[in-house]
Every structure is written in C-alpha cells, then in structure tokens.
C-alpha cells in the first residue's frame, strides 16, 4: 500500500510543487503551520529520515537546504525551521517552516 506522499509524486493526489528533482520533490503542506511551510521528500518510499543510507542522507539534505534558500528567498523571514516529526505519515520527510520569532512555533 502507497503512502499518501507516494500517491502526491505519483500525482494521484494534487499537490502544490515547491521543487523537484528527479529523487525528491518538494510541496506546501495541506495543513500549513505557518505560510510557506513545505516538506521535503524523497520520492522512493522509505520511513524514517535516519534509516537512509548515508550518501542518500547527504544528497537529499542538500536538495532539502536549496529549497530552504529558496523559501527564504520567497517569505521574508528570520529563518527556515526544520522539524522531522514523522508521527502521522510513514514517508521520510522534513518539514520545512519559515519562521519570525518563537511565537511563529507552535508545534
Ligand atoms: P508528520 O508525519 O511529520 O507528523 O506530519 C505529516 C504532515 O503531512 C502534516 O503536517 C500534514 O499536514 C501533512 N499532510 C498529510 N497529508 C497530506 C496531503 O495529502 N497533502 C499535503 N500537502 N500534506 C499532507
């Protein structure tokens, strides 16, 4: 059975793209702690972010750091946060929320 993130890279589901590459995809998420907030993915299915094979972990932290160059960018901000919570969907992700002052965390 396909995550519900396999089933947004496979465009089963509709998604808001932030960036792609031909390993990683990046969308806004549907239920927004802040504007701006994006997650990153890879799009081969796997759990957890720390299982990755070490080199997998270098080249998808790295496509995850240019969207976060990018977000900064696009929202104004003090900085872009990163959480890796994992608690609801089984598909390694990271979880990328521009954020102003520590008000802007909530979560
Ligand atoms: P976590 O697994 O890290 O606890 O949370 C998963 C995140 O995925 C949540 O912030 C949730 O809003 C987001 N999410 C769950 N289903 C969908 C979906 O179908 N589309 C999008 N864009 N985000 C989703």
Redesign the pocket.
Known sequence: MPT?FSR?VAGE?P??KVAENDRYYA?????PVVKG?T?VIPKHEGDYLFDMEDEDLASFTLFAKKVAKAIEKAIPCKRVGIA??????PHT?I?LIPINKESDMYF
């Open positions: 519900i947004i589901i998604s808001y969308f806004l998420d549907i239920n907030h997650l890796v919570m994992g608690l609801e969907v992700h979880h």
